[in-house]
């Protein structure tokens, strides 16, 4: 990397007329997020609330390969090894903070996911206000292929996607493109990539009283069929089953190719993790807003991180050694204590989320 490159900022803050441009900066590691990354964008989203000039926030990331990867998760493994659980639950204070700031940001929020949208990704561009996807978009919560589980307000989107589309995203980590987050409830309009730059220039010089939305609208274009969405017989019949293993039983009775996969999938994640997961899910859908989901989120979170070998040694076998090979403990589902997911939703953790 060159001197140039490594002294320019993580997060790119502009205020052209009445748009506030928030860029995510840091294109060699897919605009991972970090501590620093998500206080520079609360502190311009703190000023711009403040300044009667700005009309619109727009947040994007830098290059074409996405918006964001998610967090920095060789940062919360370094955490985790080190005993320093205080660090770790400050990162997710923040981080839960912001999403929460996003949804409920007086101004309107439009989020460019361009490319890789995951994990933290989802956490800002889930709950903007005006959420933009392109046709190289790839967006997931694929938190179970670590040994955790969805978080950033994540459940909230994954408890009120159509039918049990939640819980199978969830607990598979599967990858939406366009068309099918659109159909999840995770994107309101798709815009071709090579239209963004037109779209950022026509939300630059709008003419009042035209919004936000209006202007999307001049360049969306309607998805294709959602591959995810045709898929639903299977998916709902399959995922609606009370427990994990219930799941992959009625997976294996389909008899179906893609049922059959996502069995083998299953088999293969941390036991600990699809079973919080699946209860998280469900546990969302009767609760009342983002911040209570964020809230049921951080315990189970910190849970993880500071009781739990599975996360560390997800992050060891994906992002460490790369071996791609956890052992997780337990290593079925057969092994699993029938209070694990009483357990996790009964921790408390050692500091309040909301001040």
């Given at each position: 990397m060159s001197e140039a490159?490594?002294?320019?900022?993580?997060?790119?803050?502009?205020?052209?007329?009445?748009?506030?441009?928030?860029?995510?900066?840091?294109?060699?590691?897919?605009?991972?997020?970090d501590l620093t990354m998500i206080r520079l964008i609360a502190a311009?989203?703190?000023?711009?609330?403040?300044?009667?000039?700005?009309?619109?926030?727009l947040l994007d990331g830098a290059g074409e390969r996405g918006l964001c990867a998610g967090g920095d998760v060789r940062g919360l493994y370094d955490q985790i090894v080190g005993g320093d659980a205080a660090a770790t639950a400050a990162f997710f204070r923040e981080e839960y903070a912001l999403n929460a700031r996003i949804a409920e940001y007086p101004k309107p929020v439009v989020v460019f996911a361009?490319?890789?949208?995951?994990?933290?990704?989802?956490?800002?561009?889930?709950?903007?206000?005006?959420?933009?996807?392109?046709?190289?978009?790839?967006?997931?919560?694929?938190?179970?292929?670590?040994?955790?589980?969805?978080?950033?307000?994540?459940?909230?989107?994954?408890?009120?996607?159509?039918?049990?589309?939640?819980?199978?995203?969830?607990?598979?980590?599967a990858s939406m493109d366009a068309a099918d987050a659109v159909a999840a409830g995770f994107a309101d309009h798709l815009v071709r990539a090579e239209h963004l730059a037109d779209l950022h220039d026509a939300l630059l010089t709008r003419a009042d009283p035209a919004t936000p939305t209006e202007l999307v609208l001049l360049f969306d274009e309607?998805?294709?069929?959602?591959?995810?969405?045709?898929?639903?017989?299977?998916?709902?019949?399959?995922?609606?089953?009370?427990?994990?293993?219930?799941?992959?039983?009625?997976?294996?009775?389909?008899?179906?190719?893609?049922?059959?996969?996502?069995?083998d999938l299953l088999g293969t994640l941390s036991p600990t993790a699809l079973t919080v997961t699946l209860e998280a899910v469900r546990r969302a859908r009767a609760l009342p807003n983002l911040r209570a989901a964020l809230e049921q989120e951080y315990g189970l979170v910190l849970w993880f991180a500071t009781t739990q070998p599975d996360l560390r040694e997800g992050i060891r076998a994906q992002l460490v050694d790369k071996d791609r090979n956890p052992s997780w403990r337990p290593a079925t589902l057969d092994e699993l204590p029938t209070d694990a997911a009483a357990s996790a939703f009964a921790y408390t953790p050692p500091t309040a989320l909301w001040d």
């Open positions: 490159a490594e002294r320019e900022p993580s997060v790119l803050i502009r205020r052209s007329g009445g748009l506030g441009h928030v860029r995510l900066n840091r294109p060699r590691a897919l605009n991972a997020l311009a989203l703190e000023d711009w609330e403040h300044d009667p000039d700005v009309g619109i926030v361009d490319g890789i949208t995951m994990g933290g990704g989802i956490g800002l561009a889930g709950h903007a206000a005006v959420r933009v996807v392109t046709d190289r978009s790839r967006l997931a919560m694929p938190e179970t292929r670590i040994g955790f589980t969805p978080d950033v307000g994540g459940t909230w989107l994954l408890a009120h996607a159509p039918g049990r589309l939640g819980e199978y995203l969830a607990l598979t980590g309607t998805p294709e069929a959602s591959a995810l969405a045709a898929q639903r017989p299977w998916i709902d019949e399959a995922f609606a089953a009370g427990t994990v293993p219930e799941i992959i039983d009625r997976l294996r009775a389909r008899g179906e190719d893609a049922a059959s996969a996502t069995a």
